[in-house]
């Protein structure tokens, strides 16, 4: 059997829409995960992620967000998954000249919606909101929630569907014939050839590749909490409540949704983490923190209990954006990834990317950005937490 055009590694939301768009393309496409698609090591696999075009006055990832926002509305109506919750994303702003303001100058020249919201419209709209430490909020009605392991899976499913394979598997790159990789290898010796191979191990990838992105991904250890509602109290259902991330103050959430409780995680970087044996167990000091905030914004939810919880991990690049790029000693390497806590909504646009480099695209203006080889400055700030 001839080998086939390309293995992409790792079935997070980067690989599995990268694998999805290769099949589109008429690629044939082998997609290796250690452990599946959606399991709870991997960064994509907690119930719900954000997508939101705000990013400051950054005008490069509103256009892919906006455009990823299509696919997974398409492919989610396609495959008969509800895999986006249009809850709107609000966002609390501390101070007139800050990332939001920016956020509303940068959406409303692209046309993308941003309403102003003051403290009286977010108090009539969401009285369970406590905003007297705030100037105002800006309001994008089409963001919301995705539901992000269901996500991943559903878009495995589909690339299954469409004549890809999907195998269980840990490897690393095997064999080499000067500047081509001719193979995967596994722990057992099994290798995998191809002519094309796209790495997009999340925070797995300073492993894979060492010198290479060892001092290009840090991983650290991210908790997230899930409190529970008074019984019968609806007003952090997503039916009542936007999902929102008070950039200033580095915390995010999403409303109920799914038979899941309302969900908060602060944006801070936690401690240095191992994705294959670290514990997933948060820091009893995250409930603490999460109670004070709650306090200060949601109090009807603050002395819930929490019900439950999830330690995740980011793979943050020092300047924030992505890394997709050609290795740059090996022609038919590709690596994607660096995620850095804001890359789950990007997925399908990322997938789709990167199968328009494989095929010959040149990067666009912007572009450059995800590059291994430019240096790479401060935060960039498209994330609440990334410049603290
Ligand atoms: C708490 C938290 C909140 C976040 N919030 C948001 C948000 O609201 N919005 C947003 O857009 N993004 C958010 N992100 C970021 C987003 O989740 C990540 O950018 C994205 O999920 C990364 O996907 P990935 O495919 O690169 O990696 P992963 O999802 O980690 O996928 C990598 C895969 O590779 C596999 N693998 C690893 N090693 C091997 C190997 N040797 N062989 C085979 N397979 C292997 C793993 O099993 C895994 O399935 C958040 C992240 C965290 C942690």
Known sequence: MSAPDLVVVGAGVMGAWTSFWARRAGLSTILVDAWGPGNPRATSADDTRIIRSSHGSDGFYPGWSRRALAHWRRFGDEW?????????????AHHEDGFETASIDTLTGLGIPIERLSLDEIGSRWPQVRTDDLAFAAFEPEAGGLLARRGVVGVTRAFEREGGQLRIAAVRPGRLHGSRLIDVVGADGARIAAERFVFAAGPWLPVLFPTLLGGLVSVTRQDVLYFGPAPGDERFDHAHLPTWVDYDGAWFGVPAVDGRAPKLGSD????????????????????????????????????GPVVETRVCQYETTPDTNFIIDRHPELDNVWIVGGGSGHGFKHGPRIGEYVVERLLGAAAGPGEERFSLTIPRGAPAGLRSGSSR
């Open 80 to 92: 008969g998954e509800q895999l986006f919750v249009e809850t709107g994303v609000l966002w609390f």
């Open 268 to 303: 801070d970087y936690g401690p240095p983490f191992d994705p294959t044996t670290g514990e997933r167990l948060i820091d009893p000091d995250s409930v603490d923190a999460a109670r004070a905030f709650l306090r200060r914004r949601l109090p009807a939810l603050a002395d």
